[in-house]
C-alpha cells in the first residue's frame, strides 16, 4: 500500500496566513492541521470548506461538498489541483501604533491651537478565516502581521483622531485633562474598529492608547495661558464659585430627598439652638413647634409665625414674646436689663434707665 501523503504547514507566529499550492493532490492524502490553525480548502478559486485542528483526509463523508462538485474524483486515483490555505488563529497582542501626523484641535477651555498626538497598543485575531482568506489574502502567497498592520492602520488613524476630536471639542475636555479619560477613549475606539473591519474576518481583541499629548512648547504656553486666565479671576469670584457649585449640589440633595430650603433652614435652626446649653426650653420648644408646622402644613409653604410687635435686630423678623433666639434667623435676641439704682425694668439695648435717669452699662 503506497504511503499517504500527509500536508502540513508549521510556521512562526508572525505568519497569519500560508498558501500550499499543490498541482497534483491525491484523494488518498491528509492534512494535518494544527491546533492554533484552521485550514481553508479551495479548488479553482472556490472555498469549498473550511477544517480546524487535527488530521482530515479527502473522503467524501469528511468533505461533502466535494462529493457533489467533484464526485468523479472519487471514482480512481486520480489528482488534482488545489490550493490549502493555512490561517494562523493565534491572538497577537504586541502591535504598537502611534499618529502619524498631529491632531490640530482648539483645546476647548484655553483657547489654543495644539498639534495632539497620541499612541498606544493593539491586539487582533482572525475571527472568521473563509472571510479573511477571501477578502483580504486573495492570491497572495503569504500574509503576515505587518501586512495587515499596515493594511489597517489607514482604518485605525481616522477612528483614533475622531474619538480624540469628539472627545476635546465636543465633551470639553482639556488636553490638560484628558490623561483621566485615557480607557473611555480605548474602549470608544475599539467599538469603532472593530465595525469597520468585521467584513475582514478579523477581530480586535485588545486596544489601549498609553498616553495623549502635545509639544512640550505647545504644553508650556497652554500652562502660561491657563494662569494668565486665572489671574482675571479675584479671590471673591472663585470663592463665589466654589458656593454656586456647592449651592447645585445641596438643591440636588433637596430634590431628592425631598424637602425644601426653608426646611433645611428649620432644621439649621434647631440644630443651632440644641447646641447651646443656656436655651433648653427654647430647643423643646422649638421642636415642638417645628413638629407641629410639618404635621398641619405643606413643607414648601409652612405657617407664618404669629405677630406681636416684637422683631429681631439681626433680620427684622416677627418673634413670639418672650422667645431668646429668632426662628428665621437663630439669632440669640437680646435681653432686658435692670436699673442698678431703682430697679427698674428697661428695654433691651437702653443707655439710660426710663424711671431714674441712671446710665446703664
Not at 39 to 56: E, M, R, S, T, W
Amino acid at each position: 500500500m503506497a504511503e499517504k501523503e500527509l500536508i502540513q504547514y508549521v510556521g512562526d507566529n508572525n505568519t497569519l496566513v500560508h498558501k500550499f499550492t499543490c498541482p497534483d493532490l491525491k484523494p488518498t492524502a491528509e492534512r494535518m492541521v494544527h491546533d492554533s490553525q484552521e485550514a481553508v480548502f479551495y479548488k479553482n478559486g472556490q472555498a469549498l470548506d473550511v477544517f480546524p485542528g487535527g488530521i482530515h483526509s479527502l473522503k467524501p463523508e469528511n468533505v461533502p461538498f466535494l462529493k457533489r462538485v467533484f464526485g468523479a474524483i472519487f471514482g480512481g486515483p486520480k489528482t488534482f489541483p488545489c490550493d490549502i490555505f493555512f490561517v494562523n488563529k493565534v491572538s497577537v497582542l504586541d502591535i504598537v501604533w502611534g499618529t502619524d501626523s498631529p491632531i490640530q484641535l482648539e483645546d476647548p477651555k484655553y483657547p489654543m491651537l495644539l498639534g495632539v498626538r497620541a499612541n498606544g497598543q493593539t491586539g487582533l485575531k482572525i475571527k472568521d478565516s473563509s472571510k479573511f482568506v477571501s477578502n483580504v489574502v486573495g492570491q497572495l502567497p503569504e500574509i503576515s502581521i505587518e501586512t495587515i498592520r499596515r493594511a489597517i492602520k489607514g482604518m485605525m488613524m481616522s477612528s483614533i483622531k475622531e474619538c480624540i476630536a469628539i472627545a476635546i471639542a465636543e465633551h470639553k475636555v482639556s488636553i490638560l485633562e484628558i490623561s483621566t479619560k485615557l480607557t473611555e477613549l480605548s474602549n470608544a475606539i475599539i467599538s469603532k474598529l472593530n465595525a469597520r473591519v468585521a467584513d475582514l474576518g478579523i477581530e480586535l481583541n485588545h486596544f489601549a492608547i498609553n498616553s495623549i499629548s502635545a509639544s512640550e512648547s505647545d504644553l508650556e504656553q497652554l500652562r502660561k495661558t491657563k494662569a494668565e486666565m486665572l489671574k482675571g479671576f479675584s479671590e471673591a469670584d472663585i470663592e463665589a464659585y466654589k458656593i454656586s457649585r456647592i449651592s447645585e449640589a445641596r438643591a440636588k440633595a433637596r430634590e431628592t430627598e425631598g424637602y425644601t430650603y426653608a426646611d433645611e433652614r428649620k432644621f439649621d435652626v434647631l440644630e443651632e439652638a440644641a447646641k447651646n446649653a443656656n436655651a433648653p426650653a427654647f430647643a423643646g420648644n422649638a421642636v415642638n413647634q417645628m413638629g407641629n408646622q410639618t404635621l398641619n402644613a405643606p413643607a414648601s409653604n409652612p405657617a407664618p409665625a404669629q405677630s406681636t410687635g416684637k422683631t429681631c435686630p439681626e433680620c427684622g423678623a416677627q418673634v413670639a414674646d418672650g422667645a431668646k433666639f429668632c426662628m428665621n434667623c437663630g439669632k440669640q435676641l437680646p435681653v432686658a436689663s435692670f436699673c442698678p439704682e431703682c430697679g427698674s425694668k428697661c428695654a433691651p439695648g437702653s443707655k439710660f434707665c426710663m424711671n431714674c435717669g441712671t446710665k446703664l452699662g
